[in-house]
C-alpha cells in the first residue's frame, strides 16, 4: 500500500520547528537571524556572511574546525600538491585501521563524505522492478544496441524521512526506487520498517540523523 505519511524534506521539517521555539534557548548571536534557515540562507543571513563564531546548526557543520595539528599537518603538505597522493594515502589506511583494530580492506579515503555516498550509491543501487525482482529497462541503449547489463546486488534505497538527502539524488541517477521510511515518535530511524523495506540494495542510516539529531543505537 502507498504511504500516506505526509512526506517532509528537511528544510521543511526546520521551518515546522519554528523560529520562536529556537530562539527561545539560542544565544543572542543567533536569535538575530530571525529565522531557521540553511545552506545559501545561512550565509546570506544579515550580519552572518563571514562570521567564524556562528554555530549553523541548520548546516550540521563542526563550529570548532580543524584541531591546530590537522592545519599544522595540511601546511606542512602544501609542498607535496605537486605530486601523487597514493603513497600518502597508503600510510593513512594502515594507520587508521591499526587505531580502529579494522583491516585494510574496511579503510576507504575519500574528498570528504559526498564522495563516499555517491560511491555507496552507485556500488548498491541501480533499476529493479518492486514486484517481480528483476531488472527493468529504464536505461537508455547503448550505441551498440546492448541495453546495459544488470548488477545483482543492487537494487532500491531505503532512507528515513527527513534525513540528509544528497545520496538520494545519487541513487536516483542510477535509476534506482527510493523507499521513504517515516521517522519513529523519538524522531529517530524506524530500522524494523526499514529493514521490511529492503531487498536487494542499501539501507542509508544517517547517525546522528540530520535534521533531527536522533541517534540510532
Excluded: W
Excluded at 4 to 19: D, E, P, V, Y
Excluded at 27 to 47: K, N, Q
Excluded at 96 to 125: P, Y
Amino acid at each position: 500500500m502507498p504511504n500516506t505519511t505526509a512526506s517532509i524534506s528537511r528544510r521543511k521539517f526546520a521551518k515546522l520547528l519554528g523560529a520562536g521555539a529556537a530562539c527561545a534557548v539560542a544565544s543572542p548571536g543567533i536569535a538575530r537571524t530571525g529565522s531557521l534557515c540553511s545552506g545559501a540562507e545561512a550565509r546570506s543571513a544579515v550580519g552572518f556572511t563571514n562570521a567564524a563564531n556562528v554555530v549553523r546548526l541548520s548546516a550540521n557543520e563542526n563550529p570548532y574546525g580543524p584541531s591546530p595539528m590537522a592545519i599544522k599537518a595540511m601546511t606542512e603538505a602544501f609542498s607535496l600538491s605537486c605530486r601523487y597522493p597514493d603513497d600518502h594515502a597508503e600510510l593513512l589506511i594502515e594507520s587508521l585501521a591499526k587505531i580502529n583494530g579494522v583491516s585494510r580492506d574496511q579503510i576507504l579515503i575519500a574528498d570528504g563524505s559526498g564522495e563516499i555516498l555517491k560511491l555507496c550509491a552507485a556500488a548498491f543501487t541501480g533499476p529493479m522492478s518492486t514486484t517481480t525482482n528483476h531488472a527493468v529497462e529504464l536505461a537508455p541503449r547503448s550505441r551498440g544496441g546492448a541495453m546495459p547489463a544488470f548488477v545483482p546486488g543492487r537494487g532500491k534505497m531505503v532512507v528515513a524521512d527527513p534525513t540528509f538527502e544528497a545520496i538520494l539524488n545519487h541513487a536516483r541517477v542510477n535509476m534506482a526506487e527510493v523507499a521513504k521510511v517515516p521517522l519513529n515518535t523519538s524522531f529517530g530511524h524506524d530500522v524494523p520498517k526499514m529493514l521490511s523495506e529492503a531487498s536487494e540494495g542499501l539501507i542509508y542510516i544517517c547517525n546522528p540523523n540530520n535534521p533531527t539529531a536522533s541517534i540510532t543505537p
